[in-house]
């Protein structure tokens, strides 16, 4: 994915994590981290990030979509992102959106993105169609703080190759998993997707 590999502005939360590795090498312990950011490279903050398995642990991505787990035994692990925080949950989501997805499922201007499809998903039944369109036009009224299932974000693992188009990218992968973990596993990321914003007009600076 282009851009994945941008980590921030190399400040505190650089250090952090720096420093945090400096002792995990000294304890013998192992890493697990990574970045959130939408398919326009937007960082995606406020993402909860659990760690289960052998080890647990929960964190949150800060304002450059870092992650990054202390992993202190050699076992099975599972990374599993997801975000219902968003304080405005219309933010990104707009009649435009409800435009591009009749003139997607019409066929008059198909999407030339897998992620936005799956934006357009909003009833959760692995199809963009005109069942969605309601469910959106209900979340920019206010009307609704998410979408079934509780949902307002998809992530997708960097790793997903998606072939097309035409696209179709149901299922996809949505966590990511480590059997017998024994070393550092860098650039473990995931793509954003807010749910309903097919043209990613989401604003970063509003969580």
Not at 160 to 180: D, E, M
Request: charge should be neutral; glycine fraction near 8%; include cysteine.
């Amino acid at each position: 994915m282009k851009g994945i590999n941008t980590y921030g502005d190399g400040g505190a939360s650089t250090l952090a994590v720096t420093v945090n590795d400096i002792h995990l090498a000294l304890c013998g312990g192992k890493t697990i981290s990574g970045i959130i950011i939408t398919e326009t490279n937007k960082p995606v903050s406020g993402v909860s990030v659990i760690l289960s398995g052998s080890e647990s642990d929960i964190v949150l991505t800060g304002i450059d979509g870092f992650f990054s787990f202390a992993v202190m035994q050699v076992g099975n692990y599972t990374v599993t992102p997801f975000k219902t925080n968003d304080v405005a949950t219309n933010n990104g989501v707009t009649t435009t959106d409800i435009a591009l997805i009749r003139k997607h499922v019409i066929n008059i201007t198909p999407f030339n993105s897998p992620y936005k499809i799956i934006a357009a998903d909003a009833s959760n039944n692995s199809i963009a169609s005109t069942a969605d369109i309601p469910l959106v036009r209900q979340v920019i009224l206010n009307n609704s703080a998410k979408f079934p299932g509780e949902r307002m974000w998809e992530f997708v693992s960097s790793d997903q190759v998606f072939t097309g188009p035409p696209y179709n990218p149901f299922p996809f992968i949505k966590i990511r998993t480590y059997s017998n973990f024994t070393s550092n596993q860098i650039n473990q990321n995931f793509i954003g997707v807010k749910l309903g914003d097919v043209n990613d007009t989401w604003n970063a600076g509003t969580p």
